[in-house]
């Protein structure tokens, strides 16, 4: 199966680099281009714009930072929007809001082609051992289209109905994951202020109803102050800004979300929006302790 794929960034080059290791042609586009060499390398073929790549390949899947770098993609010139047409599928793998989905898909079903969302959960490593959980929603045809490239992708694919659907359970899902870490943080700089050793508490932790893999595969790292990004902070205080639209819109009081985008607006402030999320950390450092 021949796929384009738009957007090399930490995921899509884990996403794209699968496909081609399980045997799919793949085409690719970046905005920085020298970041499609090392696909190349692998066997990639390079398209030189979204149109071109959109002009190539029936399916073309995107993965960009954000609703302006999805808009920009589809809408700009050289963009997806210039070939897109019937018997082409477009799917969006971002993290956006339902709104930038929903503008999306009413742009490429005006020209006849074929619009599926489908944000994922999970980060770099299982991105590039195929285990991310795909949320798709919109043309269900080209859901099943897909299927075959999902099964590389991810470990399990929902389909959720309707174009936003799966933007709506991927900001739920990371506003759930930024306030966890942001309650972590806390724990951390608790235990060792008061002192405790804070490795003690990830054993604790670990052994109890609250284990979940993030504490156990950041916490180690966030205790050696290794913010090597597999998720950027930017990215995740985008993610809670566009959970805390969806909750103004549907009237749902998200105190704990609120402040955990504080804290990482906060992070993001001290120059830190390029680290791993988990560098939300950092800014309990900088109060220093009194008596
Ligand atoms: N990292 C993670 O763990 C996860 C991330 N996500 C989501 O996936 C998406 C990508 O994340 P990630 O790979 O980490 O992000 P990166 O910041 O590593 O990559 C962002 C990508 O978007 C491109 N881009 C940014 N702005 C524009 C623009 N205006 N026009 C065209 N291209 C643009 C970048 O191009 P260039 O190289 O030129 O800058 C790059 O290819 C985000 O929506 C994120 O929230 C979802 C699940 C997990
Ligand atoms: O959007 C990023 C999600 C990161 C993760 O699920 O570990």
Sequence with gaps: MEVGFL???IMGKAMSMN???????????NRTL???NELVAHG???GKTPAEVINKCKVTIAMLSDPAAALSVVLDKDGVLEQICGGKGYI???T???ETSCKINEAITSKGGQFLEAPVSGSKQPAETGQLVILAAGDKALYEAAIPAFDILGKKSFFLGQVGNGAKMKLVVNMIMGSMMNAFSEGLTLADRSGLNPRDLLDVLDLGAIANPMFKGKGPAMLQNNYSPAFPLKHQQKDMRLALALGDENSVPMPVAAASNEAFKKARSMGLGDMDFSAVFETLKVLKHSS
């Design 92 to 94: 969006d793998m971002s």
């Design 19 to 29: 496909l081609l290791k399980n045997g799919f042609k793949v085409t690719v586009w």
């Design 96 to 98: 956006v809001d339902p």
């Design 44 to 46: 990639a073929s390079i």
């Design 7 to 9: 957007g090399l960034g």
């Design 34 to 36: 020298s970041k499609c």
